[in-house]
Nanobody
Framework: EVRLVESGGGLVQPGGSLRLYCAAS????????MSWFRQSPGKEREWVAY????????YYARSVQGRFTISKDDANNSVALEMSSLQPEDTAMYYC?????????????????WGQGTQVTVSA
């Protein structure tokens, strides 16, 4: 079983940047698909980005393409989400998710392991 713990969320002004961090324990995530999702109150959980390995191209939701960067650190068993040009619509609880299956998915139901989330609030 993989335990995931997110950190790095906070309050940031529009146009600002944040770096979210997801630390994994219990099992190596080297071969796991790792994703970031987000959820705002009253909305469904939304896929943000995924990466299958440190050596493959990541994929992003259109809403964050060009502003967010997902990366995987096999040595530290972690994944990060670098966010820039943040806007109020990026405000949400951000979750890290993992699955050992080959390949990745944009569907939240695909993932076996989830973190508790870290809150990102973009406001002036």
């Amino acid at each position: 079983e993989v335990r995931l713990v997110e950190s790095g969320g906070g309050l940031v002004q529009p146009g600002g940047s944040l770096r979210l961090y997801c630390a994994a324990s219990g099992h190596s995530i080297k071969s796991h698909c790792m994703s970031w999702f987000r959820q705002s109150p009253g909305k469904e959980r939304e896929w943000v980005a995924y990466i299958s390995s440190a050596y493959t191209a990541p994929y992003y939701a259109r809403s964050v393409q060009g502003r967010f960067t997902i990366s995987k650190d096999d040595a530290n068993n972690s994944v990060a989400l670098e966010m820039s040009s943040l806007q109020p619509e990026d405000t949400a609880m951000y979750y890290c998710a993992a699955d050992p299956s080959e390949g990745c998915s944009r569907q939240s139901s695909y993932y076996s392991f989830w973190g508790q989330g870290t809150q990102v609030t973009v406001s002036a």
